[in-house]
T-cell receptor, first 115, second 115 residues
Framework: GENVEQHPSTLSVQEGDSAVIKCTYS??????FPWYKQELGKGPQLIID?????GEKKDQRIAVTLNKTAKHFSLHITETQPEDSAVYFC??????????????FGQGTTLQVKP | EPEVTQTPSHQVTQMGQEVILRCVPI?????FYWYRQILGQKVEFLVS????????KSEIFDDQFSVERPDGSNFTLKIRSTKLEDSAMYFC?????????????FGNGTRLTVT
């Protein structure tokens, strides 16, 4: 069945360093790839997304890259700050679902940014 | 910024009891969803809802589950006879239709504990 694998499960970096989280997906028809940040006690918050017709997207310190051939996509956070500490989830849409909003999520990465 | 609101934040119920989880989606959104997250596991799709009917549902969403939009603002998830394994965080989400697929906006969730 459809699956999204996310690595690493935990990531610890020094403030100011970069952080990279990687995901692979199985459904070749997936065409939408959002990234969510989840802070303690809150719901997932969309931080950036990318569609299959784009290879890279950047928003200030956050960037996402997509390799459709290899079926993997990555989140890059530069100049990390303590407030970036959270759980990050990648997700992929299920092909053929149109706008039914069915996303398959990765397992999550707990990012810790040390001051 | 408009947000999805969920009530209650925490619900404790006994096995076999019915529970109703409530959500108020973002006002101009037309697509509504329920996801759940069992502690330590992935966020999982339950159901999507559009134009007063279910668009898609997962295998988790069996006959014990139902959704309803009883008025112009609320969106509810009912579990008729709760089981221990229904204990999880339940997230409501909504999206607009200006793009397909459209970004999902999540609420802060309801923690359901079945004893």
């Amino acid at each position: 069945g459809e699956n999204v694998e996310q690595h690493p499960s935990t990531l610890s970096v020094q403030e100011g360093d970069s952080a990279v989280i990687k995901c692979t997906y199985s459904d070749s028809a997936s065409n939408y790839f959002p990234w969510y940040k989840q802070e303690l006690g809150k719901g997932p918050q969309l931080i950036i997304d990318i569609r299959s017709n784009v290879g890279e997207k950047k928003d200030q310190r956050i960037a996402v890259t997509l390799n459709k051939t290899a079926k993997h996509f990555s989140l890059h956070i530069t100049e990390t700050q303590p407030e970036d500490s959270a759980v990050y989830f990648c997700a992929a849409s299920i092909g053929g679902s149109g706008n039914t909003g069915k996303l398959i999520f990765g397992q999550g990465t707990t990012l810790q940014v040390k001051p | 910024e408009p947000e999805v609101t969920q009530t209650p934040s925490h619900q404790v119920t006994q096995m076999g009891q019915e529970v109703i989880l409530r959500c108020v989606p973002i006002s101009n959104h037309l697509y509504f969803y329920w996801y759940r997250q069992i502690l330590g596991q992935k966020v999982e799709f339950l159901v999507s809802f559009y134009n007063n009917e279910i668009s898609e549902k997962s295998e988790i969403f069996d006959d014990q589950f139902s959704v309803e939009r009883p008025d112009g603002s609320n969106f509810t998830l009912k579990i008729r006879s709760t089981k221990l394994e229904d204990s999880a965080m339940y997230f409501c989400a909504s999206s607009e239709t200006s793009t397909i697929p459209a970004p999902l906006h999540f609420g802060n969730g309801t923690r359901l504990t079945v004893t």
